[in-house]
């Protein structure tokens, strides 16, 4: 099928132009990729990315949806044919595209780059870019086309449709496994951002009194006026990152907002509860409204700041950080690069989107490759800007930041000592100056990713749009990665609570009624319970919780997508497109790689920094000795039994994903051999209304 | 100019849900007015509008 762009413009200048894309590309790329020692411009990053990604887009995704699922510009959508004014509405495009991408790009694609760095830019940016391109769209894209196919069906219950019920029922534990993790790495991303930061903390705390104002303004006094909301809401937000300035500078003020890990760890747990409980438009509405314009806002300015700036890279191609012994989260560059960045290249969440909200507004089944394939992409680039803002800072200093002290030491003079003597040069008055600059009282072993990426925006955005601010420049950056994070604990617990109180249902059904109060608090209270305990631990574990955290929720993210695949490649195969399956298929026996060997090396590795079971058992050997005193004694019994609970989620991920597999290839070959299974259950054609000029059969 | 202003504060406004009561409205008037139902007002509208969109997986990481 021709496209547009070509019908409008000659065909040789077409080409031509699009060999120029390829060429600057592949310099772009080749010139990043074979550096080695100088540095390298941000602008190159930009380049290359910009450049794989419009390829990827006008060639890959025009061949998968003019070959591979055959998208039908006639066929009534599920936004046409059950046209009710709410859930499916025919939309423009470009409004689906601005919704579907405010619900795809979260903290994950931010964080992930930055602890992925540890490596150096060159594994992290090829995997986004690489990975992004021929994984993660497609798979954004052929789980929307499944869902557009299937009246906006879901994904858990297309896993139960074309899968059958072991793969339905792995779908939706998956899910509910993967919310917990996520929210509690998050929670631990905000938590360490705050930390002993009163300025921080008065920023964070202030965005919940706004975003409840702005909720009662918008269901009181303005009903529905959502963009006056929005601008009154995002005013105060910049007050709240000025006044916290003013609150860190006076010396009573700033003691009620300085607090240590475990307990701010218990407000946020504290807040998770009261926003899952609290009517929607009181908080959860409000802050989203607020995070998505500021996500969207910020998002764009550090993408010009970036193109203005053209900022030196520092961190060089590959650091000695590939052999497994970083600083950040222990294991080699192969899996963990891969389970480190998720989001950003490919992420088994926005299949969940995909086929959530998305597939009922779209108003043409055409613009399944726009919406699917674009958006992702653009997630991508934000990934690829994260990895700029962490590489721009000295490697030194983004190592001072990112270690934790029980690695490092907790004195600041050890601190620089170990990671100098790493080939980072770093020291202890440029430490103290940056975190006077930034008006922290120390950035040491802020873990997490949230502080190294708002000092890498800080500097960025100072440096392009004036010098004088960077400290409030880099609270405005806590400010908005905490608000978006806040944004998601609310929603996914909610989310998981809705979950749990159907799971819980099939038994009780008086549980399943969402509005019936015990079961709303006994459900809220226990996914609660859940995230919160692997949050307040994180807080309390001497390696920082990140390091452990992390690499769980990055297998949980990979299991879920290669659920979505499973599902999409079932789907091609059945549906006749068996010889196209490959585009479906490699990616996941990409991520079955990747994720079983990362959950092997997590569960079985003799390094203790990354076997959960060897860390576990040195510790017991060491409290049986009496090697441990004090402190490390008392807390001892707690982090053993904590590595074999993250030792028993690995193992659990790790079958679930190969249960999927088994199914997905027993189900499969039943297919091709003609034998019995559970049949498409993709609807009938319909031809559409909207398409005027369409000759329709 | 002003024409392409105007049309980039409409796709704001679509995007945003601002004009969400206003579509909700056109859309009542064109399929449900005949068959009597009853036409929500604007508080309503929205109270009804924001339960409804929270439930579900609505944001990602």
């Given at each position: 099928?021709?496209?547009?762009?070509?019908?409008?413009?000659?065909?040789?200048?077409?080409?031509?132009?699009?060999?120029?894309?390829?060429?600057?590309?592949?310099?772009?790329?080749?010139?990043?990729?074979?550096?080695?020692?100088?540095?390298?411009?941000?602008?190159?990053?930009?380049?290359?990315?910009?450049?794989?990604?419009?390829?990827?887009?006008?060639?890959?995704?025009?061949?998968?949806?003019?070959?591979?699922?055959?998208?039908?510009?006639?066929?009534?959508?599920?936004?046409?044919?059950?046209?009710?004014?709410?859930?499916?509405?025919?939309?423009?495009?470009?409004?689906?595209?601005?919704?579907?991408?405010?619900?795809?790009?979260?903290?994950?694609?931010?964080?992930?780059?930055?602890?992925?760095?540890?490596?150096?830019?060159?594994?992290?940016?090829?995997?986004?870019?690489?990975?992004?391109?021929?994984?993660?769209?497609?798979?954004?894209?052929?789980?929307?086309?499944?869902?557009?196919?299937?009246?906006?069906?879901?994904?858990?219950?297309?896993?139960?449709?074309?899968?059958?019920?072991?793969?339905?029922?792995?779908?939706?534990?998956?899910?509910?496994?993967?919310?917990?993790?996520?929210?509690?790495?998050?929670?631990?991303?905000?938590?360490?951002?705050?930390?002993?930061?009163?300025?921080?903390?008065?920023?964070?705390?202030?965005?919940?009194?706004?975003?409840?104002?702005?909720?009662?303004?918008?269901?009181?006094?303005?009903?529905?006026?959502?963009?006056?909301?929005?601008?009154?809401?995002?005013?105060?937000?910049?007050?709240?990152?000025?006044?916290?300035?003013?609150?860190?500078?006076?010396?009573?003020?700033?003691?009620?907002?300085?607090?240590?890990?475990?307990?701010?760890?218990?407000?946020?747990?504290?807040?998770?509860?009261?926003?899952?409980?609290?009517?929607?438009?009181?908080?959860?509405?409000?802050?989203?409204?607020?995070?998505?314009?500021?996500?969207?806002?910020?998002?764009?300015?550090?993408?010009?700041?970036?193109?203005?700036?053209?900022?030196?890279v520092k961190m060089p191609a590959l650091t000695q950080f590939t052999d497994g012994t970083g600083p950040i989260f222990g294991g080699k560059v192969f899996p963990f690069v891969f389970i480190t960045i998720a989001c950003g290249a490919i992420s088994g969440f926005h299949a969940l989107i995909a086929s959530g909200t998305t597939p009922k507004l779209l108003a043409n089944e055409r613009d399944a490759r726009f919406i699917g394939y674009g958006a992702m992409a653009?997630?991508?680039?934000?990934?690829?800007?994260?990895?700029?803002?962490?590489?721009?800072?000295?490697?030194?200093?983004?190592?001072?930041?990112?270690?934790?002290?029980?690695?490092?030491?907790?004195?600041?003079?050890?601190?620089?000592?170990?990671?100098?003597?790493?080939?980072?040069?770093?020291?202890?008055?440029?430490?103290?100056?940056?975190?006077?600059?930034?008006?922290?009282?120390?950035?040491?072993?802020?873990?997490?990713?949230?502080?190294?990426?708002?000092?890498?925006?800080?500097?960025?955005?100072?440096?392009?749009?004036?010098?004088?601010?960077?400290?409030?420049?880099?609270?405005?950056?806590?400010?908005?990665?905490?608000?978006?994070?806040?944004?998601?604990?609310?929603?996914?617990?909610?989310?998981?609570?809705?979950?749990?109180?159907?799971l819980i249902g099939n038994v009780f059904p008086s549980m399943a009624r969402t509005s019936w109060y015990p079961s709303v608090l006994a459900c809220s209270g226990l996914v609660v319970a859940g995230w919160g305990y692997f949050l307040y631990f994180g807080t309390i574990d001497p390696l920082g919780g990140i390091n452990s955290l992390w690499p769980l929720f990055g297998i949980a993210n990979q299991m879920l997508a290669a659920i979505a695949l499973c599902v999409a490649t079932t789907i091609l195969v059945k549906s006749g497109k068996a010889r196209f399956a490959w585009v479906t298929a490699l990616p996941l026996a990409w991520l079955v790689v990747v994720t079983s060997s990362a959950a092997w090396e997590k569960l079985f590795s003799a390094d203790l920094r990354v076997g959960f079971l060897s860390h576990a058992n040195d510790l017991a050997e060491q409290l049986a000795t009496g090697k441990l005193a004090g402190a490390a004694a008392e807390q001892a019994p707690r982090l053993i039994f904590n590595d074999r609970l993250d030792a028993a989620l690995t193992l659990f991920f790790l079958i679930t994903v190969w249960v999927l597999v088994v199914e997905t290839a027993r189900v499969c070959r039943a297919a091709l051999a003609g034998k019995s299974c559970p049949p498409s259950t993709e609807t009938a054609h319909v031809p559409s209304r909207l398409v005027e000029d369409w000759v329709r059969d | 100019m002003t024409s392409w202003a105007k049309r980039c504060w409409a796709v704001l406004r679509e995007m945003s849900g601002d004009d969400a009561y206003e579509r909700y409205v056109a859309h009542w008037r064109a399929s449900h007015a005949e068959s009597g139902g009853v036409l929500l007002d604007r508080a309503a509208f929205f109270k009804e509008e924001q339960r409804r969109k929270w439930e579900g997986v609505k944001r990602c990481c």
């Open positions: 099928m021709p496209s547009k762009e070509t019908n409008q413009m000659p065909r040789p200048i077409a080409i031509a132009i699009w060999i120029g894309v390829a060429i600057v590309g592949a310099a772009a790329l080749g010139g990043i990729a074979l550096n080695r020692g100088e540095p390298v411009n941000g602008m190159w990053f930009i380049l290359a990315a910009v450049c794989v990604y419009a390829l990827g887009y006008r060639f890959y995704s025009a061949f998968l949806a003019a070959k591979v699922l055959a998208l039908d510009p006639t066929r009534a959508t599920p936004a046409e044919r059950f046209s009710d004014g709410r859930d499916f509405v025919p939309t423009n495009r470009w409004v689906v595209f601005g919704h579907h991408f405010a619900a795809i790009a979260g903290p994950g694609p931010l964080i992930g780059p930055t602890l992925a760095a540890q490596f150096g830019y060159l594994p992290g940016t090829l995997w986004i870019i690489v990975g992004a391109t021929l994984g993660g769209c497609v798979q954004d894209f052929v789980a929307l086309f499944c869902s557009i196919r299937r009246d906006g069906r879901s994904l858990g219950q297309m896993a139960r449709d074309e899968l059958g019920l072991v793969g339905g029922a792995a779908a939706l534990v998956g899910v509910l496994a993967i919310m917990i993790i996520l929210i509690a790495v998050l929670g631990l991303v905000v938590v360490n951002a705050m930390r002993h930061s009163p300025w921080a903390t008065s920023t964070v705390a202030a965005t919940i009194p706004i975003a409840i104002m702005i909720g009662l303004f918008m269901r009181h006094l303005r009903p529905g006026r959502v963009l006056e909301g929005t601008a009154i809401g995002v005013v105060l937000l910049l007050l709240a990152v000025f006044g916290g300035s003013w609150i860190d500078a006076s010396p009573t003020l700033r003691s009620w907002f300085d607090y240590d890990g475990p307990a701010l760890a218990l407000m946020v747990i504290l807040y998770g509860f009261a926003a899952a409980v609290l009517p929607v438009w009181l908080l959860l509405a409000p802050r989203d409204y607020l995070s998505t314009f500021m996500k969207i806002g910020t998002i764009v300015a550090l993408a010009i700041a970036i193109v203005i700036l053209n900022p030196e653009v997630e991508s680039f934000v990934a690829i800007m994260a990895m700029i803002a962490a590489c721009v800072l000295d490697p030194g200093v983004y190592f001072a930041i990112n270690s934790p002290a029980g690695l490092v030491g907790a004195q600041a003079a050890d601190a620089v000592a170990v990671i100098s003597s790493w080939g980072f040069p770093v020291t202890v008055e440029q430490m103290q100056g940056l975190a006077r600059e930034m008006g922290e009282a120390t950035l040491f072993a802020r873990t997490g990713g949230a502080p190294s990426l708002a000092v890498g925006m800080a500097s960025i955005f100072s440096s392009a749009f004036g010098d004088s601010l960077l400290a409030v420049w880099y609270h405005f950056a806590i400010m908005f990665e905490a608000l978006f994070i806040l944004t998601t604990v609310d929603a996914g617990t909610r989310v998981a609570r809705f979950m749990l109180q159907d | -």
